[in-house]
């Protein structure tokens, strides 16, 4: 193999691997927005969970443990 093949290939892999980090990015980009996406989903809900615990006139009875 000469030297023009090394480099060749050498540039070939390069640019390979150019794609798949900018793919790679892409996915972390996108799955990014989807923990925020959850996150908010979790907050509301906590908070909804909170308010009702609030306003629920009866007291949070405990659940024994039966053994």
Do not use: F, H
Not at 55 to 63: D, G, H, M, W
């Amino acid at each position: 193999m000469g030297v023009t093949d090394k480099m060749w290939d050498a540039l070939t892999t390069v640019i390979k691997m150019n794609d798949k980090v900018e793919r790679l990015a892409g996915t972390v980009v996108a799955q990014q927005s989807k923990i925020e996406s959850l996150t908010e989903r979790v907050i509301r809900l906590e908070t909804a969970l909170e308010i009702a615990l609030a306003t629920r006139k009866i007291p949070a009875q405990r659940i024994e443990n039966k053994q």
